[in-house]
Every structure is written in C-alpha cells, then in structure tokens.
C-alpha cells in the first residue's frame, strides 16, 4: 500500500511539488494549501489522521509546526538550493533587472554569496536575511523595504508568499519556487524515513540509470528491485532500495542481471549506486560513481560506498565465476580489475607477491605497501577491496612497531596454472 504524504504550502507551489512528485512510486500526495504560513500548524493537526507523514514546500512553515509541537507524523521540507537562486537570477536578468542589486531572503548568506560568484557577478550590494528561529514575514518585509530605500538594492527575491504579496506593488520583488530535483529528494528522503528504511544497521541504495533512450518498460524492470522509482528526465531515472536488496540481485556486487536485459535493447546503460546512511550520503555517491562510468564502457554499473570502495559490474559475467574467485589467467585478471575497482597492474603485482610465498600465505598491509611502493594507508585501501569482491579475508590484526594494528589477510589471486 502506498504512503500518503501531505504536502503543506501556499496553494501556487502545490501544484510544482504534485508535478515533481507524481512519477515516485510508493506514495501518494494530499495537497494541504494554506494562505499564509501560520496556517500550516492548524493544517497538520486537523490532517494527520489522513496521512503518514508530511512534506512542506519551505523552512519556515516547517519550523513553525515543529515549534508548535504540531508534528506527530514524520516530517521534512524542501530546500531552496543555490540552484534555485542561480535560476531566479537568469529569470531576473531576463526581464531586464540588474542582479548586481538585490536583497534575498531566508537561504544561508554564504550559500546566495557562492551562488553570485560562481556566475561571476559581484557582490558588494547583495544584502542577505538568512532565517532562523523567530524571524517572521514582516521582518522579511522591513529588510527587504530598508534595503531597497536605504543601502540601493532595486529588486527583491524572497522564499515566502505572504512576503512577496505584501512587497508586490511596493518594490519589485521575485518569489523563488524549489527545483523539481530539491522536491525530489526531499520526497525520497521522506519515503524512506516513514517506511524505516533508514536505521543504524541498514543502508541505503540511491540509484542513477541512464539511458540513450527513452525505455517505455522501465518501470517493470525496476519494480523487483526498487520500490522508489522516478524519472529525471526522458534518460535518466533516480532508483531507491536497500543495501540488501541490491546485494541480493547483484550476486554480492558481482552480476547484474537488470544490466544485461537493459543492454539488449540500448547502446549505452550506465547504471550507479551509492550505498550510504542516509539518502542523501547514497546520492552523493551514486553521482560520483555515474561521473567515472564513460570511462568505464558503454555498458557498466558501479556500485560506490562510502569508504571510497567501488564495485564496477560489465555486461557480462567474468569468466572466472565457476572457477575458484581468484584462479584467473591475465585476462580474467582485467575483468576482475574492473570490478573490484583496482588497475590490471596492481592486481598482476599481488599476484606476483601471493605466488613467491607458501601456500595459505598471510599479507600484512605493510607486506603489501612495501612489494608496491605505496604508503600503508593505500594498501589498507587495497586489501579492503579485494575484501569486498571475495578475493581476500580479513584473518587478524597484529600489533605493528608503531603501535598501529597491522591487519592480516589472505589474498586469494593465483593463476589457473599455479598449484
């Protein structure tokens, strides 16, 4: 069954997040309009026994609920990113308003300040009333009216409607709307915080696919994996799981079989996952990961956790699958190298090392860091991702002459020839 979400917010911005939101499977949204943000506490407590949990279009009304103890229900709000601002100042520049003057209510300072910058405008008459708790519109009304008749700013850009309807006729003044992407992510992360996907012993799984194309049966292939699914736009799709179930489907971050029926009908598949403690930790990565995919091939999936290991996954099974893991020719070793995250090289040089030891050899990260010319902290870094792709086995730690804990693995890379 489906979650209800309400969505709290002046009536103009419902409309935006339904848009936003209506291609996230695993929930439905109850549009909760107020005409002020005052109202937004009387909203909550008249619907909570309709919804599972809310979502407001902005801080403030949020901040308002939970100060009024209104909120009895999971609850979060979109952000109004830097994205968001860099927009308004296209759309100003547009209608023919000098950006270099303007006041700007409710984002952090050094957020509107980076903003400005980055599109290498100057600063020295922006003027910024970051929120915080106890500002209300009408002191975002009286900066905005002090800026623009005592310090020369000639246009306002506020987050909050009743703001913008007591300032409109008085200056000129923007209303800044969040992103479809910052609505997005603000309806994910509420997804996953009511159905308690989110806890100390489980991790999330936040996908990006893209496609050359546009697939029309997606939505299917997706359905045993994810039970979050959206669309960006016509090639690209943000996915959401569990670490569990992604492991499960990809036989432990080694075969994808989404992959190899999606490369039967598209040039190029690139699919990433990142694996974090929150959603937007997973996002991150999984932006990261799809980042370094071109260079991977066309056809490829990386798997990115948090403590800088990847798995990348190709479009077929390595050849060494029903063979012991690490009983490879040289070029099975490039196939490995790919999926572990590891240059052919590297791998070829452990190998060498693991060969001219006894059988059941055990590597300390200094024995690796000395036979590759690295520093410990690099083959730490090594080890723990042949760990993670069945080619080594943590076995213990020894105490090592500077007092740091030497860690003691078997490395399982041998060549099919070798006894």
Known sequence: MSLAIGVVGPADLLGRVEAAGKSAHGARLLPLPYGHENEACELVLSHEDEVDAFLFTGVIPYTLAME??????????????GATMLASLLELQRLGHDVTRVSVDTLPRDAVLETFSEARLPTAHVRVLAYHRGLTSQDFVAFHLHAFEAEGTLVAVTCLGSAHQALEGQIPVVRLAPSRNSIRDALVDLILITNGRVSTDAQV???LLELSEKDSQLARELRSLAPVVAPLSE??????????ALEQASQGFTRLALLQRLAARHDRVHLAFGLGRTASEARAL??????????????????????DVDFVIGPLEPAVATEPVGAATSEDMALIAR??????DTLLRLR????????????????VAGHLDIQERTARRILKRLERGGLAEHIASRQGENGRPQLVYQVKLRSRASP
């Open 68 to 81: 009024q103890h209104a909120l009895h229900r999971p609850a979060t709000f979109v952000s109004y990113t």
């Open 205 to 207: 799984a936040v996908g």
């Open 235 to 244: 090639r690209m799709t943000l996915v959401v799981t569990t670490r569990g």
């Open 286 to 307: 999984a932006k990261r990961a799809l980042n370094r995919l071109p260079a991977v091939g066309p056809i490829a999936s990386i798997v990115a956790m948090n403590d």
């Open 339 to 344: 999926r572990v995250g590891l240059s052919r």
């Open 352 to 367: 060498e090392l693991v060969q001219a030891g006894k059988p059941g050899v055990e590597l300390t990260t200094r024995d």
